[in-house]
């Protein structure tokens, strides 16, 4: 049964700050998703990943994808407060059809 | 805006009760998912549909079914409503054989059972 694990789950920075969160999954996969949920709110898709070594880069927030090590990371560059949000990873198995997500990760960013 | 909609957005039960819960999706998105969001939780799935048949099931009792319709809307249906129950259902549409990225999550239903 395919797992996903966040760390850490929660996380407070000061603006300006670097910080990096990891999602690990237990079995193969051929695509994983970052998601960011304001409080209250739905989903917003944020990265999708698709290949082992892809990045993708959206502002200050970098995502990567290692298939081997069945991991990806959400790096986060000098913080901003409006970065402050629930991150979730998810990934899709091998011919899944549903997305398993992991618990997320809850993100303050304190001026 | 993702072109998914459900309601109500917000519901108050009681345990034991019964509760059907709306998805409206996106023209031409033949499928589509339910997922449970407990308080301080990632969404867990509870189903899938397409073609109007489940093809997708998650750890979820059978009291928790649903329906989908030809008109691309869809109905999560919960009997005998317990207190655990109370999260936040989130509907996601896609048209099957398109990439996952584009699937699409509604604002999601608030459900409190008391």
């Known amino acids: 049964e395919l797992k996903v694990e966040q760390n850490p789950l929660f996380l407070s920075m000061q603006e300006g700050k670097n910080y990096t969160i990891y999602c690990n999954y237990s079995?193969?996969?051929?695509?994983l998703y970052w998601y960011r949920q304001d409080p209250g709110k739905s989903l917003e898709s944020l990265f999708v990943?698709?290949?082992?070594?892809a990045v993708k880069q959206e502002g200050r927030l970098m995502a990567s994808l290692d298939t081997k090590a069945r991991l990806s990371t959400l790096h986060i560059t000098a913080a901003v407060h409006d970065l402050s949000a629930t991150y979730f990873c998810?990934?899709?198995?091998?011919?899944?059809?549903?997305?398993?997500f992991g618990a997320g990760t809850i993100l303050r960013v304190k001026s | 805006e993702t072109g998914v909609t459900q309601s109500p957005t917000h519901l108050i039960k009681t345990r034991g009760q019964q509760v059907t819960l709306r998805c409206s999706s996106q023209s031409g998105h033949n499928t589509v998912s339910w997922y449970q969001q407990a308080l301080g939780q990632g969404p867990q799935f509870i189903f899938q549909?397409?073609?109007?048949?489940?093809?997708g099931r998650g750890n979820f009792p059978p009291r928790f079914s649903g329906l989908q319709f030809p008109n691309y809307s869809s109905e999560l249906n919960v009997n005998a409503l317990e207190l655990d129950d109370s999260a936040l259902y989130l509907c996601?549409?896609?048209?099957?054989?398109?990439?996952?990225?584009?699937?699409?999550f509604g604002p999601g239903t608030r459900l409190l059972v008391l």
């Open positions: 549909y397409y073609r109007e048949e489940e093809n």
């Open positions: 996601a549409s896609r048209r099957v054989g398109a990439s996952w990225e584009t699937q699409y």
């Open positions: 990943l698709l290949s082992n070594g």
């Open positions: 079995t193969t996969s051929d695509r």
């Open positions: 998810a990934v899709v198995a091998l011919y899944g059809n549903k997305l398993v």
